[in-house]
């Protein structure tokens, strides 16, 4: 059983920089997250998506967008690429229970 | 708006000791409650729930209770083992707001 798949699961970008992180979810749920994880702040939502072709921002959206490319998929970029935005990245998925299921998580470094 | 609030770690405990990790929480209205577990390297796994007051969320001989009445749902485990040591995140989901929020996590370390 696959889950949740996220790709890369590490990468480093240089400011500036633009790159967009992958999730792939299997299990037929309507409702994607992108959650970000930083040491002592625990999981701060980035944008989450309540069904195909919707988009909400979450707690900490500014530098980020995001493409529910259909039920599957849920895809965040980041057009410039800033220090700040060194953390590990989490994709999530969930289910009419609300039990959400992640994926193994992206470490991004930006230098 | 909704929040969640875990008592900070890390949290040292030898093997076999009784742990409790504490969570409060401040949402309108009636939240399901969650705890997730973090295994180093890994994401996040559902550990229990709670759906409305009163219910107990167990799995793994862990436990903890949705109490209404003092927007809580503290962790609990009987005898601890060194394969716990993790971190533990309380989440709420409030329908209407279709987010699941986290508190900041309480790492548990168990010495053997």
């Known amino acids: 059983n696959a889950g949740v798949t996220q790709t890369p699961k590490f990468q480093v970008l240089k400011t500036g920089q633009s790159m967009t992180l992958q999730c792939a979810q299997d299990m037929n749920h309507n409702s994607m997250y992108w959650y970000r994880q930083d040491p002592g702040m625990g999981l701060r939502l980035i944008y989450y998506?309540?069904?195909?072709?919707?988009?909400d921002k979450g707690e900490v959206p500014n530098g980020y967008n995001v493409s529910r490319l259909n039920k599957r998929e849920f895809s965040l970029r980041l057009e410039s690429a800033a220090p700040s935005q060194t953390s590990v990245y989490f994709c999530?998925?969930?289910?009419?229970?609300?039990?959400?299921?992640f994926g193994q998580g992206t470490r991004l470094t930006v230098v | 708006g909704d929040s969640v609030t875990q008592m900070e770690g890390p949290v040292t405990l030898s093997e076999e000791a009784f742990l409790t990790i504490n969570c409060t929480y401040t949402a309108t209205g009636y939240p399901s409650l969650f705890w997730y577990v973090q295994y180093p390297g890994e994401g996040l796994q559902l550990l229990l729930k709670?759906?409305?007051?009163?219910d107990k969320g167990s799995n793994k001989g862990f436990e903890a209770t949705y109490r209404k009445e003092t927007t809580s749902f503290h962790l609990e485990k009987g005898s601890v083992q060194v394969s716990d040591s993790a971190v533990y995140f309380c989440a709420l989901f409030f329908n209407a707001g279709n987010m699941l929020t986290f508190g900041g996590g309480t790492r548990l370390m168990v010495k053997p």
């Open positions: 709670a759906t409305k007051a009163d």
């Open positions: 998506s309540a069904s195909e072709g919707t988009t």
């Open positions: 999530a998925s969930s289910d009419r229970q609300f039990e959400a299921f």
